[in-house]
């Protein structure tokens, strides 16, 4: 079964606090992605992973940072947390570079920082 | 972003019209893929496209395969299970960062 698993679903925290995302897939899959989701501004990139510990920043990397130490598993990380980092976090993966290698999402997760 | 927008940004029909939407590339693309989010919000992949057309049940897409500035998506005889938030993602020449743009919202009404 083709999945990408995002943990958790919702999470609320308090502005400062350290914030874990997490990103799973079953899909052996080489490369994975982290967007936010902004009304108005559709999907942003953070940062993409082309494999184990190789990551590259997206658009818009400021105030995040990534871990991948296991192909299946890829995490965004929020070192003390923003207010402005309120926002849907989407994961994807997919088996190579560009379109097309079909991209699929996980659920995506509701982060709201207070 | 800045190089893919998408129009209208809202779009509301009743059953059984059909409609388009469209998305405008700032600079020449390589590809462009479609994609629809349901109310829950999930993503689901609908088309990709490197060049022509494809058609699959009443959605019918097309990519502007002479200039490559521009893609379509068509849908006849809207039903209620349409609705949702279609985006567009591109990927432009020499650069594999997939941009999106900012998304139409359908709305399906009886």
């Known amino acids: 079964d083709m999945k990408v698993t995002q943990m958790p679903r919702y999470l609320i925290k308090r502005m400062g606090e350290n914030v874990l995302l997490e990103c799973g897939q079953d899909m052996s899959h080489e490369t994975m992605y982290w967007y936010r989701q902004d009304p108005g501004l559709g999907l942003q990139l953070i940062y993409i992973?082309?494999?184990?510990?190789?990551?590259s920043e997206g658009d818009i990397p400021k105030g995040y940072r990534v871990s991948r130490k296991k192909r299946e598993h890829f995490s965004l990380i929020l070192d003390s947390a923003k207010t402005n980092q309120t926002s849907v976090y989407f994961c994807?993966?997919?088996?190579?570079?560009?379109?097309?290698?079909?991209?699929?999402f996980g659920a995506g997760t509701r982060l709201s920082v207070l | 972003g800045d190089q893919v927008e998408q129009s209208p940004s809202a779009l509301s029909l009743h059953e059984g019209t059909d409609s388009a939407l469209r998305c405008n590339f700032t600079t020449t693309m390589r590809s462009v893929q479609w994609f629809r989010q349901n109310s829950r919000g999930s993503l689901i992949s609908l088309f990709y496209?490197?060049?022509?057309t494809k058609e699959n049940g009443r959605l019918k897409s097309a990519f502007d395969s002479k200039e490559r500035r521009y893609s379509t998506l068509h849908i006849r005889d809207a039903q209620l299970e349409d609705s949702g938030t279609y985006f567009c993602?591109?990927?432009?020449?020499?650069?594999?960062?997939?941009?999106f743009g900012a998304g139409t919202k359908l709305t399906i009404k009886p």
């Open positions: 993602a591109a990927e432009p020449y020499g650069n594999e960062k997939i941009t």
């Open positions: 992973s082309y494999d184990v510990d190789s990551n």
């Open positions: 496209l490197a060049s022509g």
């Open positions: 994807a993966s997919s088996s190579g570079l560009g379109l097309q290698n079909t991209l699929y």
